[in-house]
C-alpha cells in the first residue's frame, strides 16, 4: 500500500475531552498504517496545529472527525470523508481505511452570474485580515439582530402608532412586537458586535469578555463606537493571555471556561467602567447631534460620500465602512444614512441591469443573460452582482457605478429619507413605516438607477464582433 499524506479536523462540542482524543486516535491510526497525517483541532482555545493552503493543496485525503459543524470551504476539489469523533476515538485505523475507500470529492462549480457572485464574496471574504476581518466577523453576527429588531419595531410602530411604547399600550400585540425588537434584539445589538469581534480574534474564550463588554458599551451609552473598542480590547486581551498562561496539560480544560473567560471580563469592564466607557459616548452623541441636525448641501454631500463608497468595491473594504457606519447609528435612532446605504447598494446591480436592456451593442450575449439575474440580486441589495461586470472593464464601470450611487445617496439624504431596517433591499418597502418619504426613496433609487445605465452607455465601447 502506498504512502498516502493525510490531513484531518477533529472538533466537539465541548472541544476539550473529544476533539484532542479523537484527533490522537486518527493519528496513531494513520501512523500505523504507514501514512503521514496532520490533524487540526478545532477546541474550546482555538483551532491548534492548524492545516495551512500548502499542506492541503498536497493532501491525498481530508478526514473531518468532528461533532459540530466544520468550515469546508478550504477543502474544495480534494477527496474527504466525514464522520464523528467516537469514530477517531475507537478505530483510528479503521476510520483510515474506511475514508480511503469512500471518500468523495468535495465541490461542484457552475459558471452563471449568481455563482460567480458567490465566488466574488468569497474572495473578499477570504481577502479580509487583521482589523478588518474581525470587525466584519462581528459585523455579520451583528445585523441579524438589528433586522430582525427594525422589521418588528417598524411592524409595532404601524399597527400601533408612534406612542406604542408607552405603558397605557402594554400587553397588546404592537407593544409585544414592541418589546421584542426594541427591547430585546436591538439590545443585543452592541454585546454581539463586540463579542463577535472578540470571537473572531481569540476564538470562543473570547466570546464572553467581549459580550460583557459590549453590554457596558451599550449601557454607559458608547453605543456601538463603544461597542468595537471593547470587542477589540477583549478579543486581543484574552488571546495575549491565552497565549502567556501555560497550565499541565491536564488542567487546560479550565482555561477556556474558567480562567480566560473570567480575567478577560474583569480586564475589559474595568477599562469600559473607568476609562473608554464616557469618552466613547461622549463622542456618539457628538456624531448623533452633527447627524440630526444635518440639513441641506451637508446631508446631500453626506448621502452622495455614502453612495459612492458603497459602490467602489461594492462588497470590499470601502463598501463595508459606510455599511457599518450607517447599521450602527441605527441604535442611536440616526436613520437617513441608512436609508442612503442600501438605496445606493442596490443601484448598481439595477443600473446594469438596465444598461444591458437598453444598451445591447455596449455588452456581449452572456452579460444580457447575466443582466438578468443582477436586477433581481439588485433589488435585493446584493450589491456584488456587480462585481462580475466591473471585473471585465474596471475603468469604465466602476466610475458609471460610483457616479450613481452618489446620486442616490445624495438625493436619499437630501430628502431625509429614513430607514429603519439594514437589510432586505426592495422588499422591506412593503413594510409599513419602515422606510419614510417611500415616494422620494423610490425616485432617488430610480435615478441613481437610470444614471449608472447612461454612464455606462457613455464610457463603455460597444462591442465589436
Known sequence: ????????????????????????????????LGHEIKVETQGSVGSQNTLSAEEIARADLVIIAADTNVDLSRFVGKRLY???????????????????????????????????????????????????????????????????????IALAFALGGIYVFKDSNQGSFAWA??????????????????????????????????????????????????GIVAGFFAGYSTDWLNRHIKLHRHLEGLKPVLILPVLGSLLV????????????????????????????????????????????????????????????????QVYTPMAAAMAAGMTPPLGIALATMLFADRFTKDEHEAGKAAAVLGISFITEGAIPFAARDPLHVIPSLMVGSAITGALSMGMNAELHVPHGGIFVLLIPDAVTHLGFYVLSLVVGTVVTAVMLRILKKPITA
Open 269 to 332: 469592564g474595568l477599562l469600559m467602567i473607568f476609562v473608554i466607557g464616557t469618552p466613547c459616548a461622549q463622542l456618539l452623541a457628538a456624531v448623533t447631534a452633527w447627524l440630526k441636525g444635518m440639513q441641506g448641501s451637508s446631508a446631500i454631500l453626506l448621502g452622495a460620500l455614502i453612495g459612492s463608497m458603497m459602490a467602489f468595491d461594492m462588497g470590499g473594504p470601502i463598501n463595508k465602512s459606510a455599511y457599518t457606519f450607517a447599521t450602527g447609528l441605527l441604535a442611536s
Open 177 to 226: 412586537l414592541f418589546q421584542i425588537g426594541a427591547k430585546s434584539a436591538f439590545a443585543l445589538m452592541v454585546p454581539i458586535l463586540s463579542g463577535y469581534i472578540a470571537y473572531s480574534i481569540a476564538d470562543r474564550p473570547g466570546i464572553t469578555p467581549g459580550m460583557v463588554g459590549g453590554m457596558l458599551a451599550a449601557s454607559t451609552g458608547a453605543g456601538f463606537l463603544g
Open 82 to 152: 466525514s464522520t464523528s469523533t467516537k469514530a477517531a476515538i475507537g478505530d483510528g485505523a479503521g476510520l483510515v481505511n474506511t475514508a480511503q475507500a469512500e471518500a468523495k470529492v468535495h465541490g461542484t462549480a457552475a459558471p452563471d452570474l449568481l455563482d460567480q457572485t458567490k465566488a466574488a464574496k468569497a474572495e473578499l471574504t477570504a481577502q479580509r485580515s487583521g482589523v478588518y476581518k474581525h470587525l466584519m466577523t462581528g459585523v455579520s453576527f451583528m445585523l441579524p439582530f438589528v433586522v430582525t429588531g427594525g422589521i418588528l
Open 1 to 32: 500500500m502506498s504512502q498516502l499524506y493525510i490531513v484531518g479536523i477533529t472538533s466537539c462540542p465541548t472541544g476539550i475531552a473529544h476533539t484532542f482524543m479523537a484527533a490522537e486516535g486518527l493519528t496513531q491510526g494513520a501512523q500505523q
